[in-house]
C-alpha cells in the first residue's frame, strides 16, 4: 500500500499538559478500561468490575460503584446519570445525585454478554450490541427506556459475529450505526421494527471492527478502525471515501504507534481526530484527511502501558485517559487553580510545554482542517 502522508499541524489542537495522574497500589495488576466525565466527577471503569470516580483536576477518590458481575464492557454519562454495560449481560443507568452505594435507577436485562450501547439524541431509544450466543446469532436489541421490561425489538440476522459497537445518529434519533467482529458496518432505521425494513445500508470493511462512530457537519460520514489496527472513511450510505491500511505503518513517517485508541470529531472545526497510542503509554493525536494525516500533538509521561481509553473537550481544555498501568491522568491546556491532593502525583509543565501552550494559545481555534472528500 502506498505510503500514508503525515506532516506536522501543532497549532490545531492547543497543547494538553499532564496535570495529576493517580498512583495504582503497589502490586496492583488492575487496568483502567475508560475514563469520562460526568457531573460529579471523573467515572473510570477498571478491571476489577467497578466504576470509580474522581474529583476533576485533583483526581481525588469519591467512592465507587460496584454491580456488575463480569467485565465493564462501556459506560457513558448523561445528565446528571451515569450508565454502564457489562458481559453479565446488564446495562444499568445509575442517578448520581443519589449517593454511590444506592442501586441502579434503571436495569436493562439480555441473556448475552453486552458488548456496546449507545442512547439516541432524545433519550427514548437504547440500543445494545451482543456477543455471539450459543446458537450463532449476534443480536441488537432495542428498547425505549421509559418502558424496561422488555426490547421492543431484536435484530439478529443482520451480523454473524459479536457485535462491538453501537453509535446511534448525533441528530436523528431513529438512526443507528452497529459494527461487528464480521467486518460489516450497518445502518438502521429504529422507527421500523422489522430487521429487513429496518436494515437501510450495510458496508463490508473487510477486518473486525473494533470502533465506529459518524462525523461531519451533518454526520453523513463514518469512521471504522479495526483489531487490525486499520483505519477506513465511508458516507452512512456504504460509499468508501477513503482505507488508510493499517496505521502502525506511520512508524515509517516518524509517529510510532502501535494501536488505535479511538476517534473523535470536533464539531466546531469539521475536523475529525485519531488517537493512537504506543505499548510505552504515549499518546498520539492526528488529525485525519481525505487522504492524509496531519500529527498534532504527543501527550507523554501519563502512562507506562497500554492506553485503554482517551476522552477531552476542546471547549473546556481538559482531557482524561486511563491505561493498564491502572493510572487515571488528567490533562490540561491551563494548570488547576485547585492543588492536587497528597494520594496522586502532580506533574507540573517543563518550560518546553509552557511554551508550546503559550504558542498554541494564540492559534485561533478557527485553524481547522475540514474533511472535505469532495
Keep these: 500500500m502506498t505510503r500514508i502522508p503525515v506532516s506536522q499541524a501543532p497549532a490545531l489542537l492547543p497543547k494538553f499538559n499532564l496535570h495529576v495522574r493517580t498512583n ?20 473510570a471503569s477498571t478491571s476489577d468490575v ?8 485533583t483526581l481525588q477518590s469519591k467512592g465507587q460503584l460496584k454491580y456488575h458481575k463480569d467485565q465493564i464492557t462501556e459506560i457513558k454519562a448523561r445528565s446528571n446519570s451515569l450508565l454502564s454495560a457489562s458481559k453479565d449481560g446488564q446495562i444499568t443507568i445509575w442517578d448520581l445525585r443519589q449517593a454511590l452505594s444506592a442501586a441502579p435507577a434503571l436495569t436493562f436485562k439480555t441473556k448475552d454478554p453486552v458488548l456496546s450501547f449507545d442512547v439516541s439524541i432524545d433519550d427514548t431509544m437504547l440500543v445494545s450490541g451482543s456477543a455471539l450466543d450459543k446458537n450463532c446469532c449476534a443480536k ?35 438512526q ?76 515509517e513517517s516518524g509517529v510510532p504507534i502501535d494501536y488505535i485508541i479511538g476517534c473523535k470529531y470536533n464539531s ?15 499518546i498520539h493525536l492526528l488529525h485525519v484527511g481525505a487522504g492524509s ?43 488547576p487553580a485547585q492543588p492536587p491532593s497528597p494520594l496522586v502525583q502532580a506533574v507540573s509543565p517543563t518550560a518546553s510545554s509552557q511554551k508550546d501552550k503559550s504558542a498554541s494559545s494564540r492559534a485561533s481555534n478557527g485553524n481547522s482542517r475540514r474533511f472535505a472528500p469532495y
Excluded at 50 to 57: G, L, Y
Excluded at 141 to 155: C, G, K, M, S
Design 293 to 335: 494525516f496531519e500529527h498534532v500533538q504527543a501527550l507523554q509521561s501519563g502512562h507506562s502501558g497500554v492506553v485503554r481509553g482517551l476522552n477531552w473537550d476542546l471547549g473546556q481544555g481538559w482531557a482524561v485517559s486511563g491505561a493498564e498501568d491502572g493510572r487515571v491522568s488528567w490533562w490540561a491546556t491551563t494548570v
Design 268 to 282: 466546531q472545526t469539521e475536523s475529525l481526530y485519531l488517537a493512537a497510542g504506543t505499548n510505552e503509554g504515549d
Design 24 to 43: 495504582p497500589q503497589p502490586g496492583s495488576d488492575t487496568y483502567v478500561y475508560d475514563a469520562i466525565n460526568t457531573d460529579i466527577g471523573i467515572a
Design 176 to 251: 443507528f450505526l452497529s459494527g461487528s467482529s464480521d467486518g460489516l458496518l450497518c445502518t438502521f432505521d429504529a422507527s421500523q421494527t422489522d430487521e429487513d425494513e429496518a436494515l437501510l445500508y450495510v458496508a463490508n470493511t473487510g477486518a473486525s471492527i473494533s470502533g465506529c462512530g459518524y462525523f461531519g457537519p451533518s454526520a453523513q460520514y463514518i469512521y471504522a478502525h479495526s483489531d487490525m489496527e486499520t483505519l477506513q472513511l465511508w458516507t452512512n450510505e456504504a460509499t468508501q471515501l477513503a482505507d488508510f491500511g493499517d496505521v502502525r505503518d506511520l512508524a
Design 50 to 57: 467497578c466504576v470509580k470516580f474522581f474529583e476533576p483536576s
Design 140 to 174: 441488537i436489541n432495542l428498547w425505549d427506556p421509559r418502558t424496561v421490561a422488555q426490547p421492543i425489538a431484536v435484530f439478529e440476522n443482520s451480523h454473524s459475529e459479536d457485535v462491538s459497537q453501537i453509535r446511534c445518529h448525533p441528530s436523528i434519533s431513529h
